[in-house]
């Protein structure tokens, strides 16, 4: 039995429910995310701003005081643009006509909070976060915000996208030569030290559920769950969370009971969930999937996109999100990019 306002963690691959420890692996060594399953199954909205009133399916039983949260609101001037009579945008930024208060303009904060309330919680040390840019930012900003210790590594050319609007001394920030992936191993080798944590990404089930806020307040906004999740990728972990996120409210059973169809897209050159998914793979091959990765990833414009290991093929990732889904990747050329952003 799960008490009220309480949650267990559950492996996607054996099924098996067990209590939090802060670990993000299955106690029985499954490959495999692992996943919150909450007491609540209604979703209970609290009378608070920002991401914390859906605390109920958040991982932490402290509620850090956080202002920021996702906005939605009925699109009509893009809408028109594309055609469109029921597209509503989520917004993950900031925009105080809107009430929108994400301070470091992404929705990697939405990651950040309930990720280092978490680790607090559960004393799994000082965490350990690789980032192209936005991630670290975030996780600086928030861990500065609780007083509490993070390790951020990034691309030394990235450094300038590291900022914060608070003094954050209890960052520690290392700059390492070469891409994003460079940053992950050296991530990973200083996360091996004593007193440290490697944060887990996307296997970090308060990462995904602080990110699934997105599609909660979605659904509340608009009263029940999208058709359609549009979100360009480069781990999958916002598509895999808005997909957790949905099957929390199908049971909920109030917002309809259909999933949404992902509609994710990669920028080429470098789209190996793209080659891989669009191919029929469950597994992304190096050789044809991210064949020259380093060159390819130098071409890209959006480089916050550029993950080499992104949780395509582990059970409950994102090949299975768009298998149940019916969800699609497309690769988008810069200057595509470049033409829809004019
Ligand atoms: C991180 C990030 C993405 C990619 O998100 P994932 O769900 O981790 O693949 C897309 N857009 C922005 C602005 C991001 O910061
Ligand atoms: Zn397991």
Redesign the pocket.
Known sequence: MISMGDYQIQCTACGRLYPDTGSNECPDRHAALQRTVYSAQRLPCADLTGMMRFYDWLPVHNRPVVTAGPVTYKSEVFARELGLSHLYVTFNGFWPEKAAAIKTC???ELEAVPTLARAAEKKSGILVVASAG??GRAFAQVAAGMNTPVVVVVPKKSLPRIWTTVPADTVLLITVEGDYSDAISMSNYIADLPHLTAEGG?KNCARRDG?GTVMLDGATTIGRIPDYYV?????????IAAWEASQRLVRDGRFGHHLPRMVLSQNHPFIPMANAWNAGRREIDPMTDMADATQAISEVYAD??T?RN?PYGITGGLFDCLTETGGEIAAVRNDEARRAQT
Do not use: C, D, R, Y
């Open positions: 992404s929705f990697k936005n991630t996307a990110m979100q360009a990728v480069g781990s999958g972990t916002g598509a916050v996109l993950n992104p």
